[in-house]
């Protein structure tokens, strides 16, 4: 991806010829579809990352989506393989400057091919190149050890940084527990 917003090619040699680009108005219906799959239902029990025994419901919706695409200092970030959205995230500057990685999603049947791991490190690298972040920050649920021990190994640490899961609003799903709560992990990046 590049400043303004034009397709980067992936990894030289990579298969599949995955592009990081940023996203369009013309890609909210797949994004919904793409990040649902991804943590709600069913079908994200195919992949690694589901939250289905956490959350019912949706993880996002249309409006949501608009609303990340047309907030200042926010960009949508997808992989694109052969036309089709393999992966996504948020990609946000916050006030003090440090670079939010969100809404991090890759399709149940591309998981585990480390997709998600490069476009972890191409966020991180437009984070730090094209927005001068020298730092990211994330939060996940507690719950989600799995995730959180993969953002470790990638170099992330806890903050102790806790934010209250959003009860009742069910534009971000339906709890099926009562003691779901938001850690904040951290990373140094190079600027």
Known sequence: MTVDGRARAGV????????????AESDVGALVELVNSAYRGDTSR????????????????????ADLLARPGTRVVVA?????????????????????????????????????GR?????????????GCDSMRMTVLRQRADLIAWYERRG????????????????FGLPKRDDLVFEELAKTIAV
């Open 119 to 131: 476009l972890l490190a191409e966020a991180e690298r437009a984070a730090a190149e094209e927005l």
């Open 46 to 65: 195919k992949g690694w990352t589901t939250e289905a025994d956490l959350l019912g419901g949706q993880r996002i919706d249309a409006g949501q989506i």
């Open 156 to 171: 992330y640490r806890r903050t102790g940084d806790t934010a209250p899961f959003p009860y009742g609003d069910e534009r």
């Open 80 to 116: 694109e393989r052969d036309g089709r959205l393999v992966a996504c995230c948020e990609l946000a500057v916050g006030d003090d400057g440090a670079g939010y990685f969100g809404m991090f999603s890759v399709r149940p049947d591309a998981q585990g091919g480390g997709l998600g």
């Open 12 to 23: 030289p040699g990579e298969s599949g010829g995955t592009v990081f680009r940023d996203a």
